[in-house]
């Protein structure tokens, strides 16, 4: 089980809105640690694609954006394009845990 | 470009033993915080390890604690996973990745490896 908590899949219309949702506790989220999302793609190194909750790397679309509030954070991808396909993950640190989290994944379509 | 690429991964038993090693290009892993990111099948990801600029102080999560070490070489920009005691469990795809501070503290990672495939199997 993940000490994150993600939807198993979003999916939206070309040029819809998505959002994903991380879910945590007191420990991670809550505790004022950095939320960073990354896309996964099957074969390939993981993309990162928010990082610090709000901030996103050269490269990466301005469509592409996220917040944090409380043991929460999400990832919202504006003006969605079939090359957003994919699976999506949060990641944080837990300090009871002593380590770096994840969440399961959220799977992106495009239908 | 910076980059990452993994290898030593394979087919070992239960109770075998495996050394990942790591290659970074385009950048000097010496001034990081370096990382091992596993993916079980069907799962999401999990941190494995990780290690300080200068080799000291590893870190590891509480599954592989005791049966796994973290090491590096900077003068040859290499990281490595020595794997023992093996598990059923232990089968992933094993990453790694560079760390990066948010804030001087815990951060994020990138860029990252494509990963190299562990099975632990009979």
């Known amino acids: 089980q993940s000490a994150l908590t993600q939807p198993p899949s979003v999916s939206g219309a070309p040029g819809q809105r998505v959002t994903i949702s991380c879910t945590g506790r007191g420990t991670n989220i809550g505790a004022g640690y950095g939320v960073h999302w990354y896309q996964l793609l099957p074969g390939t190194a993981p993309k990162l694609v928010l990082y610090g909750n709000t901030n996103r790397p050269s490269g990466v679309p301005e469509r592409f954006s996220g917040s944090k509030s409380g043991t929460s954070a999400s990832l919202a991808i504006s003006g969605l394009q079939a090359e957003d396909e994919g699976v999506y993950s949060c990641q944080s640190y837990d300090s009871t845990l002593s380590a770096y989290v994840f969440g399961a994944g959220t799977t992106v379509s495009v239908l | 470009e910076m980059q990452l690429v993994e290898s030593g991964g394979g087919l070992v038993q239960p109770g075998g033993s495996l050394r990942l090693s790591c290659r970074a290009s385009g950048f000097s892993i010496s001034a990081d915080w370096m990382s091992w990111v596993r993916q079980a099948p069907g799962k999401g990801l999990e941190w494995v390890a990780n290690i300080k600029k200068d080799g000291t102080e590893p870190y590891y999560v509480e599954s592989v604690r005791g049966r796994f070490t973290i090491s590096r070489d900077n003068s040859r920009n290499l990281l490595f996973l020595q794997m023992n005691s093996l598990r059923a469990e232990d089968t992933a795809v094993y990453h790694c990745?560079?760390?990066?501070?948010?804030?001087?503290?815990?951060?994020?990672?990138?860029?990252w490896g494509r990963g190299t495939e562990v099975t632990v199997s009979s």
């Open positions: 990745a560079r760390e990066h501070d948010f804030e001087a503290a815990f951060g994020y990672f990138d860029p």
